[in-house]
């Protein structure tokens, strides 16, 4: 199994940016896929998640209503849509990979992960 995540770049405040997350091996649409970001000198931290059953959406109260996550069946493929990015949005971006439906909160949750991609976010 191989989640790559790519679209990290540097963007100023109030840019958007669009990460993608591929996965191989697995079928996502019997999984459940998060994003987490990890500024540095963090933990890292939950920030948005996809739930495979009832195809919910959940989001960190840092990003609602500027995050938007989606997901490609077709392509086998999750994305984090950033909006009105704030500095404090800099950080490592890891997609991830969970078989629970009913909970997505925690990195314990996800069995998989990518390697990362860095957003950073210039004022």
């Known amino acids: 199994v191989q989640l790559q995540a790519s679209g990290g770049g540097l963007v100023v405040a109030g840019e958007s940016l669009r990460l993608s997350c591929v996965v191989s091996g697995l079928n996502i649409e019997i999984y459940t896929m998060g994003w987490f970001r990890q500024a540095p000198g963090k933990e890292r931290e939950f920030v948005a998640t996809?739930?495979?059953?009832?195809?919910?959406?959940y989001y960190a109260e840092s990003v609602k209503g500027r995050f938007t996550i989606s997901r490609d069946t077709a392509k086998n493929a999750v994305y984090l849509q950033i909006d009105s990015a704030k500095p404090e949005d800099t950080a490592v971006y890891y997609c991830?990979?969970?078989?629970?439906?009913?909970?997505?909160?925690?990195?314990?949750?996800?069995?998989?992960w990518g390697q990362g991609t860095l957003v950073t976010v210039s004022s």
């Open positions: 991830a990979l969970g078989s629970r439906d009913t909970s997505y909160y925690s990195r314990h949750d996800y069995d998989y």
């Open positions: 996809f739930t495979y059953r009832r195809k919910n959406r």
